[in-house]
C-alpha cells in the first residue's frame, strides 16, 4: 500500500498559480522526476549553484543508464555486461515560490544504485550507499525562495557489488515535498489489523505526527476509511496536544463492519486518509493503502484469513529486462500478471528490498510476498557487496525497509538474508538474532525467515533456529530429514529447481549435460546443469511427500540481467571472473524469458499450479530433413490424459501420473542420473510435416487442446499488443509481440530475421528485445532480430492524448503497422 500525498492540481496551484492569495490548504507532493540533467563523468565541484551544466544530457528519472548499453565482455557478464559503474552525476534546477517560506520542504528517493551523496544548493545533505533503500532529505535550511535552486546527486557504483545486474542511476521515483511545519512525515503510518471477524474488523492506525514549531499546538487528527468504491465506511477523529518541536505517535482503533477481505487472486483494498486539521482546517493529508487480512504460519502449513495455502512462489530480481532497473509500474504489473497466468501466488523479492511499485502490484493483483533484506551480511560474496557496509548501514536498511513496506497486506514475512555466508561460522547465529529482533521490533505482525542453502551447517550453528520460518535453498531431499529432527519447524523451499533453458531452442537426441557450443540449452528442460539444479519435478514431488512443507520458491519467475549460469561458471571466490562463455550475459534459470515470452516450462509449471483445463506439447513442428527419424514429443497437463495426433493420426492416450516419462536428473542428493516423472507425458513420434496436436482428457470427456502446425516459409510480420489503448501518461506501456509468419499465420519457429521499427504519434519506442540472453543487440535501437520467430517491441506514451503508430519491416517479409489508441 503505497503512501503518498495527494492532488496534483493542488500542486499546480502552488507553484505555478498567479493568485498568490488563494488559501492552499493542503500541500501536495510534487512530482520531481522531469527535466534533470545527467553527466556520466566526474567533475569537480558539480554541487556548486553555478558550475555550467547547459551541455549536461537532459533525463527523466527513473533513469538506468547502465541499460543503454552498449554490452562488452569489458564488463563483467555477472553484472550482466552492461557499464554500470563509474561516477554520474545528476542535477536538477527548480524554485519554490517565497509564499512557501513558513514550509518544511524536503526531497525523498525511493532509491538510486548506488553510493549516492545529495546535495541542495552545494550543501551536502546525505549520503546511501545501499541503491534499495529509499531515503527522505530536509532541505528547509538551504532553500532560496523564488530563487534558482539545485539539487545535485552523486552516484559512484562499483562493479560486483551484487551478483546480478543492479542498473545504474535514479533508478526509481523523486518527490519534492513541501509540507506544512504541523504534518504527518515519510512512512507516517502504520496500520495493522488486530481483530477480523466477518461482522467486523479492528483496524489500528498509528499515525506519527511532526510539530516543527517551537510553539505546543493543539491538532485533530481524522481518518477516514475509504472502501474500494471511495466510500467512506468508518471515521476517527482525535483531538490531540502536540508538544513544540517533537515527533509523537497516535493510535486510533477504527471499527470496519462486514470488511472484505484481502485475498490471494482477489484483492480487496481499502484506503485510509489521514487528515490533520487545525482551526477547522485540513493542513496536511496523507494516504495509505492496506487491506483486511489475517496470516498464519502453522508447522503444518501457512493460513491467510484461515485457509490453508499452499505457497506456489517465483523468486524475482528487480531488472525489467529491455528497461533495465528503471523501474516502471506497468512493466512490474505485466511481469506479475504473466507470473498469475503461470499459476504462481508468491513472490521472494531476492535479494533486495523491491520498488513501492512492486509491492502495490501485488497488492492489488493479490499476490502475497517475502520482502528480503539482503544477500550479504559481514561476510562477502562479492568483492564490492554489501558486506563493506553493514556494520554501518544493516540496522538502517532494515528499519527502513520494514518502516516503509509494513502497510502492504501483500507482505507475509521479511527475510533476513539470503544464503549468507555466515551460515558456515560458529557466531553466525548472532547476527541473525539481532536483525530477527529488529524485525519483531519494527513490526510484530509478521514473522521473519531467512532462505539457507547450507545444510546442516546453518542449524548446527542455530542459525536457522533465531528466525521464525526457516527457508531452504536447493534441498528437497531433506525437507523429511528437516522435518524429522525439527517437528515443530516451519518451513519451506524458499529457492528451487534452478532448471535452465531458452525459449524455442531443442536439442535431440537428448543430451545430460548443457552443451557448451551454443550459449542456448534445450527447452526439453532435461540438461543436467550445475551441482546444485535440478528439474521442476523433483520439488513437485518433494512438496507432495512434505505436505508441511508451506511451498516453494523457485529460481527465478523471469529471466533476469546478468549471472548467465550455465555460462561462465559460477565463482564465490570474488575475483570477479565470469566472462568465460562471453556473450551470455543474462540468465537462463526461468520459465520466461528476459522479455516475457513462456518457454515450454512455464506450462509445466502451470500444469502443476493451475485448475483451469490446459494442454501444451513441443517442441515446434518444422523439423525439415528429420523425416521419418524419431522426434521425443512431451505434453504437460492438468488434465487426466493426453492423446497425442500427429496429421490426425492417433499416437495412444497417457496417463497423467501413471505414465512416466524419463528425464536426466542429478543434484544435491541425489546421483541417479535419470528420475522418471510422472509430471510429463511423452511420445516418441517418426516426424512428418504437417500438425501435431495434443488432446487433455478429464474424466473421459476432451476438454482441453493444442496444435502446432509446421510453418511454410516465412511470409509476414505479425503485431500483437497486450493492451491496445493505454493511458496518456508518460509512463504507461503497450508490449507489441513480434512475430514472423507463413501465409497461414503459424509461427516460423527457426526466423531470425532482423526486423525494424518506425513509430510515429504520441509516443516513443522505449526498448526491443528478443529473450536471446546472449544476444548483444541494443535493447535501445529501432531494430532487433527474431529470436526463434520473436521478438517484442515496449512502447511508452507521451502525455499527450492520442495515437501511437508502430510499423515493422523485414527484408522479404510483408511488413506490419498497428495502433494504440492513448487516452
Ligand atoms: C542461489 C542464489 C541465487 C542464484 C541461484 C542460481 O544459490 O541464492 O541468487 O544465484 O543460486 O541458481
Known sequence: ????????????????????????????????????????????????????????????????????????????????????????????????????????????????????????????????????????????????????????????????????YPGAGIYRKVRLKLNEPIHIPQWGTYITTPKVASNKAVVSVETKLKNTLNTTENIVLETTILDINNTTVAVSSNKIELAKASEQKEVQKITVPNPILWDIGKPNLYTAVSRVIKDNKTIDEY?????????????????????????????????LGPL??????????????????????????????PSTEMLQVCDRLGIVVIDEAFDEWKEAKVPNGYHKYFDKWAEKDLRDMIKRDRNHPSVIMWSIGNEILEQGKKDGWKIAKMLNDICHNEDNTRPTTAGFNYYPASFKNKLAYQIDVVGVNYKPAYYAEIREQNPDMIFYGSETSSQTSTRGYYEFPLKERVSKETNQVSSYDVNIGPS????????????????????????TGFDYLGEPTPYGGRDNSTNGYWNDDWPSHASYFAP????????????????????????????????EG????????????????VELFVNGKSYGKKIKGKDTTTIFAEYNGFKGGTIDSKYRLSWNVPYQPGSLKVVGYKNGKPVATKEIKTAGKPYKIKLI?????????GEDLSFITVRVEDKDGNLCPKANHLINFKVSGNGNLEAVGNGNSASLESFQANYITSFYGKSLAILKATEN?????????????????????TK
Open 1 to 164: 500500500m503505497q503512501t503518498y500525498k495527494l492532488t496534483a492540481l493542488l500542486l499546480f496551484l502552488m507553484f505555478f498559480s498567479s493568485c498568490q492569495e488563494k488559501e492552499i490548504e493542503v500541500l501536495a507532493d510534487q512530482d520531481f522526476n522531469k527535466n534533470w540533467l545527467f553527466i556520466k563523468d566526474s567533475i569537480p565541484n558539480a554541487e556548486a549553484i553555478t558550475i555550467d551544466d547547459s551541455n549536461w544530457r537532459k533525463v527523466n528519472v527513473p533513469h538506468d543508464w547502465a541499460i543503454e548499453g552498449p554490452f562488452s565482455d569489458k564488463n563483467n557478464a555477472r553484472n550482466g555486461g552492461l557499464p554500470i559503474d563509474g561516477i554520474a552525476w545528476y542535477r536538477k534546477h527548480f524554485t519554490v515560490d517565497a509564499k512557501n517560506k513558513n514550509k518544511q520542504i524536503s526531497i525523498e528517493f525511493d532509491g538510486v544504485m548506488d553510493n549516492s551523496k545529495v546535495y541542495i544548493n552545494g550543501n551536502f545533505v546525505g549520503e546511501r550507499h545501499y541503491g534499495y533503500s529509499g531515503f527522505e532529505y530536509d532541505l528547509t535550511p538551504f532553500i532560496k525562495f523564488g530563487e534558482n535552486n539545485v539539487i545535485a546527486v552523486q552516484l559512484a557504483p562499483e562493479i560486483l557489488s551484487e551478483r546480478w
Open 532 to 555: 546444485w539444479t535440478y528439474p521442476p519435478e523433483v520439488e513437485f514431488e518433494a512438496q507432495k511427500q512434505n505436505p508441511h512443507s508451506l511451498g516453494e520458491f523457485i529460481w
Open 592 to 623: 520466461v524469458d528476459l522479455v516475457g515470452f513462456p518457454k515450454d516450462r512455464f506450462y509445466l509449471y502451470q500444469s502443476q499450479w493451475t485448475t483451469e483445463p490446459m494442454v501444451h506439447v513441443l517442441p515446434h513442428w518444422n523439423w
Open 801 to 821: 492524448p492520442g495515437e501511437i503508430t508502430l510499423t515493422a519491416t523485414a527484408d522479404n517479409l510483408t511488413s506490419a503497422t498497428i495502433t494504440i489508441k
Open 324 to 353: 533495465g532497473a528503471a523501474v516502471n509500474y506497468r512493466a512490474t504489473e505485466r511481469q506479475m500478471q504473466i507470473m498469475q497466468q503461470m499459476g504462481a501466488n508468491a513472490l521472494r523479492t531476492s535479494h533486495n528490498p
Open 721 to 729: 499488443a497486450d493492451r491496445t489503448t493505454i493511458n496518456a501518461s
Open 626 to 641: 528429420k523425416e521419418g527419424q524419431n522426434i521425443p514429443v512431451y505434453s504437460y497437463t492438468n488434465c487426466d490424459e
Open 287 to 319: 494516504t495509505t493503502e492496506f487491506g483486511i487480512r489475517t496470516i498464519e504460519f502453522k508447522k503444518e502449513g501457512f493460513y491467510l484469513n484461515g485457509k490453508a495455502v499452499e505457497l506456489n512462489g517465483v523468486c524475482m530480481h528487480h531488472d
